[in-house]
């Protein structure tokens, strides 16, 4: 449907260790669906909000993963 999109972000995590072995592998995935508006203005900053938010999650679920490692 030309009057939906998504925008989708995945990040894959992987922290090694000083030997260089792998202690963690995880991948973290964000989309949202939404209608396409008329105005390109207003959609794009519309779409570069909806970036920040899920680049903003993505963002916390890694910095709290961290800081369950020791």
């Known amino acids: 449907d030309p009057s ?4 989708s972000i995945n990040v894959i995590l ?3 260790n000083d030997k260089d072995n792998i202690l963690l592998n995880q ?8 209608v ?3 105005d390109k ?5 519309y779409e ?3 970036t920040d938010n899920l680049n ?3 963002s916390n679920d890694i910095i709290f993963l961290l800081g369950t490692l020791e």
Do not use: A, L, R, T
């Open 27 to 34: 991948s973290f995935n964000e989309e949202f669906s939404y």
């Open 4 to 7: 939906k999109k998504k925008i």
């Open 56 to 58: 903003n999650k993505i």
């Open 48 to 50: 570069e909000n909806i």
């Open 41 to 45: 203005f207003g959609m794009s900053q």
């Open 14 to 16: 992987e922290v090694k």
């Open 36 to 38: 396409v508006q008329s």
